[in-house]
């Protein structure tokens, strides 16, 4: 009887294991991942950057949340509903409601909420959406504000109090910054900083409307690090419009209105601080809203970040020397449903905990590495909450700071940690091998048990060069020692290319030839040999992506410099079941280079193209295999820039 109920269990398991994928599939072929606990609450989430709109959207008297969502794949303009009320409720999971629009921007005003995009209002959005625009603005009349304009946001609101809706314009400029590649000998950023700056447009009466103004605050137009967002509210309750604005980075601005309501002027801008210390918020990007949240009669902020996530901050009431007083930002939760890990997640399928599934240990644009436990069965991975791993005692996040990152100080909260999970010193345990936005391969060695895993300080993977070390010819630092430097943001695979006992390294070089680093004992001691370009391609259709071989027939993987160079997500697996090591690397989702065979000493890889008609990627998407039914066939789960996970199964 015993039997026959665990074999009831084991059929029952595999439908329900099949049943929960197909209901998350999107289109084609791809299925999203679910947390697959009901039940259970998580960060509320969209996928890469959330522009967070709180509305009354089904008019039952409680703010819902709006969240526009820019990103692939998970673009769209989502509902996350308020079904329980109270202080700080927890939302439904989120509904599409709409396709993305750039720039939106939604205000309550006079008790309606108006819709803007950059000269365009949508008096019918609540029924129809974008279907019916109001064109109040041709280009011709905004165009001498933009620069080299990344935003373009438009409010309606009345500004000086006398009755009727005058235009908030917030733009900024990164045309004295550029973007890339700017850095001296130093580590000194040599172009300009970011710029933004609002502007009013009055109305003057009915449909006519003055040329934009530029606001001042303590006598000079303001001037923002970049800018998401630009909030007008009486924040202090003195009775006129104060203004919040945000940075490209991860501060807030306060602007208090000391003049009145009809004649607004502007104290000097501070940095919002919690306990007087300055905010920073956990990531860049952020998006500022406004309302009472907490239905308390004051105005609080509503948060969203680049990862899609978006945090509550209450606003007290009081005020000091500093301001007004914030509380600490909360993330708000939602009805957990896909599983996710912050944006441009990178995931490796490992089973960390020793307990007999595949768990998932992940890094992010942040600069983490997660450890995310399966607490399913055999047949049905259930997910646990991601927690962030720690190494040397303290949390892993990996940060470019100033210099950090080739595209500029404006990306100093980012890491982009990427990473694989072997036993790396041999010695039973696995380590996790690590790059990020520096390009630097360190490796955090596991000094716990099995089963208890524990992470020492980070450590760099050294190699035996012949002479100078190599870097990026863009680097402004150099490699100290014997330290292994490469192109920034690709995967340091750990994989045994040639069999003998000892964990290789396979990924991008210097230059963005896909290479080997082979290992070697010498006198008892693991060592690495300098990186060797082993491999070639070929492509009936020609390479994808900005694959090529060069003049020698060496595969490149990646033929940009700076800022465009590195960002290669590889794995290894025989995908086609035909005895032979194929690699499968990032493309509109993943691209299978299937192993051919040796020719002249060169492994031959053809690029198949992709494995999927979905496209999940407008910057990067990171490959890992899995085998959840334990059928000996590997399939793929791939990291989506939205943060989350998407499965392909392998019909080979």
Not at 15 to 25: E, I, K, W, Y
Not at 365 to 387: L, R
Request: aromatic content about 12%; overall charge negative.
């Amino acid at each position: 009887m015993q039997t026959r109920r665990s074999y009831l269990v084991l059929i029952f398991s595999v439908l329900f294991f099949h049943a929960g994928m197909a209901q998350n599939t999107n289109s084609g072929d791809l299925v999203r991942i679910q947390y697959n606990q009901p039940g259970m609450h998580s960060d509320l989430g969209v996928g890469l950057w959330a522009w967070p709109f709180p509305v009354d959207y089904d008019k039952d008297g409680d703010l819902d949340l709006l969240v526009n969502c820019p990103d692939k794949p998970f673009n769209g303009l989502w509902l996350f509903e308020n079904a329980g009320g109270g202080k700080n409720p927890v939302m439904k999971a989120p509904v599409k409601l709409a396709e993305s629009q750039r720039n939106l921007q939604i205000t309550y005003v006079n008790g309606e909420y108006i819709v803007m995009t950059p000269g365009i209002v949508y008096p019918y959005f609540f029924t129809s959406f974008f279907a019916e625009p109001d064109t109040l603005f041709t280009k011709d009349f905004y165009q001498p504000l933009l620069k080299k304009a990344r935003f373009n946001l438009w409010r309606q609101v009345d500004y000086d109090g006398d009755g009727d809706l005058d235009i908030a314009i917030a733009i900024d400029d990164w045309s004295e910054y550029g973007w890339d590649n700017a850095f001296n000998e130093k580590g000194e950023w040599t172009n300009g900083p970011l710029h933004a700056r609002i502007y009013w447009v009055e109305q003057t009466s009915p449909g006519v409307y003055s040329q934009p103004v530029a606001l001042k605050a303590g006598g000079e137009e303001i001037d923002n690090f970049g800018i998401s967002g630009a909030v007008f509210e009486d924040f202090d309750g003195d009775g006129d419009l104060d203004i919040i604005i945000s940075e490209f980075v991860d501060r807030l601005t306060w602007i208090e209105n000391i003049g009145t309501r009809r004649a607004p002027e502007y104290a000097k801008g501070t940095f919002i601080k919690i306990n007087g210390e300055v905010l920073h918020l956990d990531l860049e990007m952020v998006v500022p809203s406004s309302a009472d949240w907490d239905d308390d009669g004051h105005v609080d902020l509503i948060v969203g970040i680049e990862d899609g996530r978006v945090v509550f901050m209450k606003n007290t009431g009081k005020k000091n020397k500093d301001g007004i007083i914030f509380q600490s930002p909360e993330y708000l939760q939602q009805e957990a449903r896909y599983l996710k890990f912050g944006a441009l997640v990178t995931p490796y399928s490992v089973d960390w905990d020793d307990d007999g599934d595949e768990d998932l240990i992940c890094g992010n644009t942040a600069g983490h590495i997660g450890f995310i436990e399966n607490v399913g069965n055999s047949n049905f991975p259930k997910w646990a909450k991601p927690v962030y791993l720690e190494a040397g005692g303290e949390s892993i996040m990996i940060l470019a700071g100033e210099n950090g990152s080739i595209q500029g100080p404006a990306e100093r909260k980012w890491g982009y940690t990427t990473l694989s999970v072997v036993d790396w010193n041999g010695d039973g345990l696995n380590d996790i091998v690590y790059n990020s936005i520096w390009g630097k391969i360190e490796w955090l060695e596991n000094i716990g048990k099995k089963g208890r895993p524990k992470l020492a300080a980070a450590k760099p993977v050294e190699v035996e060069w012949e002479g100078k070390n190599p870097k990026p010819a863009w680097n402004w630092w150099n490699p100290e020692g014997k330290n292994l430097v490469t192109q920034w943001r690709t995967t340091p695979l750990g994989y045994d290319w040639n069999n003998d006992g000892l964990m290789d390294l396979i990924m991008l070089d210097h230059e963005g030839y896909l290479s080997f680093w082979e290992r070697y004992r010498e006198n008892g001691v693991l060592k690495l040999k300098p990186g060797q370009r082993i491999f070639t391609g070929e492509s009936a259709r020609g390479f994808s992506d900005k694959f090529e071989n060069d003049a020698n027939g060496l595969l490149r993987l990646n033929t940009k410099n700076a800022g465009g160079s590195g960002r290669r997500k590889i794995c290894i697996v025989d995908w086609d079941r035909d005895g032979r090591p194929d690699i499968l690397v990032n493309t509109e989702n993943v691209n299978l280079l299937r192993n051919k065979g040796e020719k002249n000493g060169l492994v031959i890889l053809e690029d198949m193209g992709p494995l999927s008609k979905t496209r999940l990627a407008g910057h990067s998407t990171s490959p890992t295999i899995v085998d959840w039914d334990k059928n000996g066939v590997p399939d793929l789960l791939i990291g989506a820039e939205d943060g989350h996970f998407y499965f392909l199964k392998n019909n080979n």
